[in-house]
């Protein structure tokens, strides 16, 4: 069975850290691309950030660039998101995803962290950043 289980999420101060990971089982992690995603509540779910599964190139929204750090150890079968400098507006239920074909690169006909593109999702952790 394909699973994707996240964890590390929390309730953390603003300026503060956490770091995600993603587990797979049931298949093996090195022959996807991996992204995060999140939504909060009442809002559209918003693309974080992806790795590939061949380079590990990556790609991130502008809205975490300089702050998050997507990578992956292919020997646990696990991919983290670590999360810098927190800010209350990243609160929301993060989630991973899997895609069999995926480019990190972006252009005006294609964006990496479009949702379709992505075969299997976990189930999420909330991330809660409040003083």
């Known amino acids: 069975q394909v699973q994707l289980v996240e964890s590390g999420g929390g309730l953390v101060q603003p300026g503060g850290s956490l770091r995600l990971s993603c587990a797979a089982s049931?298949?093996?992690?090195?022959?996807?691309?991996i992204g995060w995603f999140r939504q909060a509540p009442g809002k559209e779910r918003e693309g974080v950030s992806c790795?590939?599964?061949?380079?590990?190139?990556?790609y991130y929204a502008d809205s975490v660039k300089g702050r998050f750090t997507i990578s992956r150890d292919n020997a646990k079968n696990t991919v983290y998101l670590q999360m810098n400098s927190l800010k209350p507006e990243d609160t929301a239920v993060y989630y991973c995803?899997?895609?069999?074909?995926?480019?990190?690169?972006?252009?005006?006909?294609?964006?990496?962290?479009?949702?379709?593109?992505?075969?299997?999702w976990g189930q999420g952790t909330q991330v809660t950043v409040s003083s």
């Open positions: 790795i590939s599964r061949s380079d590990s190139s990556t």
């Open positions: 995803a899997a895609a069999r074909r995926l480019q990190t690169y972006h252009s005006s006909s294609y964006y990496p962290l479009a949702p379709r593109l992505y075969d299997y």
């Open positions: 049931g298949f093996t992690l090195t022959n996807y691309a």
